[in-house]
């Protein structure tokens, strides 16, 4: 098992920044790419952003596409994603996630693993 544990959410204003750090503990985290996801009330979880085990490759959704940054530390274990420009419809609970594939993929089914998610509220 691969527990996962997303930190650094909470309130902020529109057009502030915000970094959400997950730690991973368990098994050998550099064996697996992650994604970071999110589920608004009353929403799918979708898919925000992912980089691949090795941390050379990165993905985006074209709505964070230029304000988000997704990052990982295999030393620490850790992979966090820096928010900036925050709009209202970035609120929403983020949810860390880790996937046996090389890349990280898009599809939420493809992962493995998964956190309990952090609250992030962005008020315009």
């Known amino acids: 098992q691969l527990q996962l544990a997303e930190s650094g959410g909470g309130l902020v204003q529109a057009g502030d920044s915000l970094k959400l750090s997950c730690a991973a503990s368990?098994?050998?985290?550099?064996?697996?790419?992650m994604g970071w996801f999110r589920q608004a009330p009353g929403k799918e979880r979708e898919f925000v952003a992912s980089?691949?085990?090795?941390?050379?490759?990165?993905e985006y959704s074209d709505s964070v596409k230029g304000r988000f940054t997704v990052s990982r530390d295999n030393d620490k274990n850790t992979v966090g994603l820096q928010m900036n420009s925050l709009k209202g419809n970035d609120t929403a609970v983020y949810y860390c996630a880790a996937s046996t594939r090389t890349w990280g993929p898009k599809t939420k089914w493809l992962y493995d693993y998964w956190g309990q998610g952090t609250q992030v509220t962005v008020s315009s």
């Open positions: 368990g098994r050998t985290f550099r064996n697996y790419a």
């Open positions: 980089i691949s085990d090795g941390g050379g490759h990165a």
